[in-house]
Structure formats: C-alpha cells, structure tokens
C-alpha cells in the first residue's frame, strides 16, 4: 500500500467520466463563459477505467466513485458499473440528480451500491438560480426517492453560500430526517477559478451547527472513518448529518483520494493545478506493472495540502491556478 510524504495511503479512487454538465452551477461552471470540452477520442473508454480500477484495487483502493461534470450524461453508464463491481464492491455515484429517476435503476442493477446528490435548494426559484436552469426540486426528489426505493444508501450534499441558501439549513434538515437520508452541509470552496469565491461568502461550519442548534441539541459524533470529509452530528432522535468545512477545518492530514480525468490524467488533489498523465501509459502499451509502479511514484512522492494553507495563501495575496471542478471531478 502505497503511502504519501504525510503519511496518507491510498484508499479512494474518484473516476471523472465526463467534463459535460447539463447544469450551470454558479459554484461550478457557471453560464456565460466559453467552455471547451473534452474530445470523444481523448476521453477514457470504459475498458480504460476498469483496467485502472482493477490496478489500483492492487494498491489498497476500496472505494470508487464515479463523478463528472455530471456522471449520467456518459451514456451507458451502468456498462462501467458493472466492469467495476467485478473488482471492488463499494461504487458510489455522485450526481445533480436530474436524470437519475430514469437511470437509477440500470444502475443499482449493474452493482451501483449508493448515491449521492447534489441539491443546494428546496426552493425552486433559488434552485434554478443556483444551477442555471429552469430545474424543479420535484425532478430531482423524484431520482432521490426512487433510488431508496431500489434500497440504495443515499445522501444529499447541500453547498451553503452566504445570503444565497444559508436560511435553509434547517429545512433541510426537516425534509430529509424523516426519510434517513443523511445531509452534508459544504462550505463554499474555492475549488477552480470561475465561481466567484471569497472568504465572506463562506457560511462556515460554526455557524450551521449554530443555524441546527436552534431547533435541536446537537451531539457531535466524528467521521465515520478515517479519511471521510464529513465530520458527522447526531440529533436526540438518532438522525445524523454532516459537515464538510474544508475551508475554516482543513483536513488535508487524512486525505487518501486520488481523482482520475475523463481524459486520462491523476490528480492527488481537488484544488491541484496540474495532473499526470496516465492515458499515454494507457494507449502506449504499458503493461499493468508499468502503470502500478507510476501510480505508486507519483502517490509517494505526493505533499499536498492546499485547505490547510489556504489561509496563509490569501494572507500573502497568493491565488494558485486551480483546475476547475467540472474538468476534475468533485
């Protein structure tokens, strides 16, 4: 198992399959800027992925997660989850839930075991402000009610953003206890360079636990595991929630995700500016100990820690060049 210059190891793979969305997210890819995509012929085929899955399951990886852009505009999906559950049985999905009603179910078929959805409003106005389009909250509960339906695990990541959906905590909060589907609160992070980020419009943690504790008494229950980006909260009734607050918590230490691009390249962090090529390896006829050994050189010469240095950063009026979320993956 490999390990990196801070002592992390390597447990979570993130497969981007697309850089295409079908939303506009104002932290994301927000309208009105002149996106290039990636080519058909320079995304990874499904065949790809999987043989780097079953490498890496080599490694220690017991995790998979397949994010995008938004994951269900890769047509057929469910073809790569079942490449993939023959080598590893936790494959999570992350998604803006839009199309997952429809596809949901090919999916849990194929070995998808649980589902995350993005969903920073309950209101429809501020949803479709949010995302860009003219989306209804309805469309999206429909996916979410219907993957717990087909037993999958689901949880819902809520972006907080100052003065935009941060009066909604506790509505959240309400909607989804009563189905134990669990929430994640994010601060807003400065990941890429095109969504507007500042520190004042960062709803931080303190300040949601303190939103949730005016209603509930609130008991704090630590990540579920190490290297999870939630800390976890439980209420009196047994309902938990979480919170990721890379920005004001940085939890960098604990971090054992390596991201993989539509296009092919590894990046050993969600705010990184460059990665490292591995479909030249893929396409060149290297052999699988080839590509094991340049995954094990690059995780073990890895030292980053961006959140925690983040601070110190802007102190210095230093803003790194970041590659944006919808290119890398969240």
Known sequence: MPIDQLGRELKDLRVSVTDRCNFRCQFCMPEGENYEFFKREEILSFEEIARVVRIVKGLGVKKVRLTGGEPLLRRHLENLVALISQEVEDIALTTNGFLLKDKVQDLASAGLKRVTVSLPS???QTLSKLVGRDVKV???LEGIHRSLELGLSVKVNVCVVRDINDDEILDFIEFFRPLGVEVRFIEFMDVGTLNGWSLERVFSAKEIINAISQRYRVKPIGRQRR??????FML??????GIIASVTQPFCGECNRLRLTAD???FTCLFASDGYDLKSLLRGGAKDEEIRDFIVALWEKRKDRYSEERLELLKKGIKPKKVEMFKLGG
């Not at 290297?227 to 976890?232: D, I, K, P, Q, V």
């Not at 009196?236 to 929630?241: L, Q, T």
């Open 122 to 124: 309950l209101r429809d």
């Open 138 to 140: 309805g469309q999206i």
């Open 227 to 232: 290297g999870e980006t939630a800390e976890r």
């Open 236 to 241: 009196e009734d047994g309902y938990k929630f």
């Open 264 to 266: 092919g390249k590894l």
